[in-house]
């Protein structure tokens, strides 16, 4: 059974910091580039950053550039979103995927339909 587990989401003010964590079970993970995706209310899933299997290559959107860290674990089957100077248009449901296609590859993708296993999600609000 697949499984991607977020945890970590909470209420923070604006300027605080969390750290989400992604657990995987059921699927090859070290293998595989991951990546988190947040939604907010009535918008599109985005593009949050990704990692490649090694952890040697990470992307992220423009906007959260500079203030968000992804990381993994692979001996803990674990991707970490760590997030600071968070603002309140950081507000959204945060998910960790898969890469669909990343297998020991040096490319992850940053649009949703590239990541084929997905996680329930973790609730980030930000207030002002």
């Known amino acids: 059974q697949v499984q991607l587990v977020e945890s970590g989401g909470g209420l923070v003010q604006a300027g605080g910091s969390l750290r989400l964590s992604c657990a995987a079970s059921?699927?090859?993970?070290?293998?595989?580039?991951m990546g988190w995706f947040r939604q907010a209310p009535g918008k599109e899933r985005e593009f949050v950053a990704s990692?490649?299997?090694?952890?040697?290559?990470?992307e992220y959107w423009d906007f959260v550039s500079g203030r968000f860290t992804i990381s993994r674990d692979n001996t803990k089957n674990t991707v970490y979103l760590q997030m600071n100077s968070l603002q309140p248009e950081d507000t959204a449901v945060y998910f960790c995927?898969?890469?669909?296609?990343?297998?020991?590859?040096?490319?992850?993708?940053?649009?949703?339909?590239?990541?084929?296993?997905w996680g329930q999600g973790t609730q980030v609000t930000v207030s002002s």
């Open positions: 059921g699927l090859t993970f070290s293998r595989y580039g």
């Open positions: 995927a898969r890469s669909r296609d990343s297998y020991l590859s040096s490319s992850v993708g940053n649009r949703p339909g590239m990541y084929d296993y």
């Open positions: 990692i490649t299997w090694s952890g040697s290559i990470t």
